[in-house]
């Protein structure tokens, strides 16, 4: 088990705007976690990975933020302490779960936050049609970007005569390991 014990727990309101209803965590230890992060970014589809400064950023769903640093884990957005804690186990579990099968994931040194807007928009079909719910292509591939909407999200991407650009949109997403929010 590579992070066995977590030495600190801090969990208080944002320092810039106590008035904010979410709160922050950081936990701190003494194991270097940080040979676990290119298989947790490829397992868990990290947002942005810094492997200079050993840095894995992690976007869940609901605006909540995990950052893993070799020594120290912080967590952006909880409702409340339970949550803070429970994301804390979770984060917890998943480390060692995945640093536990690593010889079987394939590790990943590339980020989603690499994906441009606009090499996703060149390869939608640029009909505006609003099927996805977004009022334009744009707004639909910022949000694919961020992993809001999936690839599904655009029916006609899925038409025959736009098949190439699905193809190749699919491509470049999973090579940035993109994954929709929501997505397992």
Known sequence: MLLEKIDNLDIFRPKMDSTKETLHAIATFAVDISPAFPYVNAEL?????DQTNQVLLLKLADGKWIT??????????????EEAK??????QTQINDIYARRAAITPRYVSQAGLKVIEILRLLPMTNC???G???????AAALREGEIRLEDCPPLWEDKFREKQ??????LESFGWRALDAE
């Not at 893993?68 to 302490?81: E, F, Q, V």
């Not at 429970?86 to 984060?91: E, K, R, V």
């Not at 193809?167 to 470049?172: D, F, P, S």
């Open 134 to 140: 977004y009022a334009a292509c744009m707004a639909y």
């Open 86 to 91: 429970a994301l804390l186990a979770w984060i």
């Open 68 to 81: 893993l640093h070799p020594r120290k884990i912080a967590i952006r957005g909880a409702r409340d302490m």
């Open 45 to 49: 589809g990290g947002w942005d990975y």
């Open 167 to 172: 193809v190749k949109l699919q491509a470049y």
């Open 130 to 132: 609003k099927a996805c």
